[in-house]
């Protein structure tokens, strides 16, 4: 077997492994601090003690909220399979109280096969839903709410909550409520009636630690040694892959990564890209993998509109970063005009453009956002008087330049010879 199929191989058992949400928080569900356990053990003791719970699973967007939830159902599925009901709401989709219990009476009646009907009022639904959270306790079965975005069934008059939490009170009853926020004053959100009937149970999500994040990282990318590759292959895979992760220069990666998201989610991003960046010939990750789904997954929103500038606009912005120099926080249009026009007689440029020409590229420019007008006074001034700044730093600005198709060599020097 040839390198490059080795190679093929293990890069499609990483990229599905970075796919599988329940490979990677199996890793984190042993300890019995972790969120896992503990989402767990509130919900099986529903389910073996007959009674009512609810909890709040809180954290920023890409923390593994729903995945350790969708881990630990599955797990109760499998244990308690015909003992759990599991009920699932958005509330990007089903906020409206209305149509919210319409949803949940669907899904009860799929799960029991009963008959749905559209027609059926808001009335109708809540008195259904009373009955079978009745029904599915006396049989000894466990209705599971998840509410996803649950901060938005807190808006409006909360009917469904108060509705759902009213009918768990009763002592013939057995259902847990799962919401899952972004926002961890949820729970502040709820009106009084609909708070004194939820347990206060919070668990809070929150990205991964330096330590946690160096085990999630050889838990993903370390080729298990009970595969089907050949074994040499995979001992010396896994050696070149530790020393790249002890390395100073990955180290700077991750730090440059972690100053604008360390979720999960965005550090799995960041792991496939660099998967897909693989070298199939050698076979072998490499440091430059990384370095490439870094620039990948990075956005840099000034310099994509840098990329699509015209020559006349790459010119005005660097005059006004000359002007910034010069006279900084007084220059407007007319200034910028006097310092093309002396750069044109400086170097003979043949990029001489007309003054209307000018002003048009340079209103473009203002509705890109890469110039701003410096205050809200003057509002009755012409565009042409009012002071103006950059919004892109010398550097965003330099490397706009060097990575444009057509930026002439004249305009590069003068950004080096400034800064």
Do not use: W
Not at 387 to 405: A, D, F, M, T, Y
């Amino acid at each position: 077997m040839g390198q490059k199929s080795l190679a093929e191989q293990a890069q499609i058992l990483l990229r599905s492994r970075l796919c599988n949400p329940t490979f990677i928080f199996t890793l984190f569900s042993d300890s019995p601090d972790s969120n896992h356990s503990k989402l767990k053990f509130i919900i099986s003791s529903s389910v073996t003690e007959a009674c009512n719970n609810s909890v709040l699973l809180l954290g920023p967007r890409g923390c593994g909220k729903i995945a350790v939830l969708e881990l630990v159902l599955d797990d109760l599925l499998k244990e308690y399979h015909d003992l759990i009901t599991v009920i699932k709401l958005n509330g990007l989709l089903h906020s409206d109280d209305n149509c919210a219990l319409k949803e949940i009476a669907r899904q009860l009646c799929v799960e029991h096969q009963l008959m749905f009907s559209k027609m059926a009022s808001f009335d109708d639904n809540s008195q259904f839903m009373v009955a079978m959270l009745r029904e599915c306790g006396l049989a000894h079965k466990t209705v599971i709410f998840v509410l996803d975005e649950f901060d938005l069934f807190a808006q409006g008059k909360q009917r469904l909550l108060y509705s759902l939490l009213d009918a768990m009170q009763s002592v013939t009853s057995q259902a847990v409520v799962v919401g899952v926020s972004c926002r961890l004053d949820a729970d502040q959100l709820l009106e009084k009636r609909v708070r004194s009937r939820f347990s206060h149970r919070k668990l809070l999500f929150l990205p991964p630690s330096r330590e946690d994040l160096q085990r999630l990282l050889e838990h993903i990318l370390l080729l298990p040694t009970d595969s089907s590759l050949p074994h040499d292959y995979v001992a010396d895979f896994n050696a070149k892959l530790l020393n790249i992760l002890a390395g100073e220069k990955f180290k700077e990666i991750i730090e440059t990564l972690s100053n604008s998201d360390l979720t999960f989610n965005h550090m799995l991003r960041f792991l496939f890209s660099a998967v897909c960046y693989m070298d199939l010939e050698s076979g072998f990750m490499s440091l430059d993998n990384f370095k490439a789904a870094l620039s990948t997954i990075q956005r840099q929103p000034k310099l994509e509109c840098l990329k699509d500038c015209s020559i006349l606009e790459l010119y005005i912005l660097v005059c006004m970063k000359r002007l910034e120099v010069k006279e900084p926080d007084t220059y407007n249009f007319n200034s910028v005009m006097k310092e093309y026009k002396s750069i044109h007689d400086s170097f003979q440029t043949s990029d001489y453009y007309a003054r209307n020409v000018c002003l048009r590229a340079f209103e473009h420019l203002l509705q890109c956002e890469l110039i701003s007008v410096v205050d809200n006074r003057g509002l009755s001034q012409s565009i042409e008087f009012r002071p103006v700044r950059l919004l892109i730093s010398c550097h965003e600005l330099n490397q706009g330049l060097k990575s444009h198709r057509s930026c002439p060599v004249i305009l590069q020097k003068l950004v080096d010879r400034e800064g």
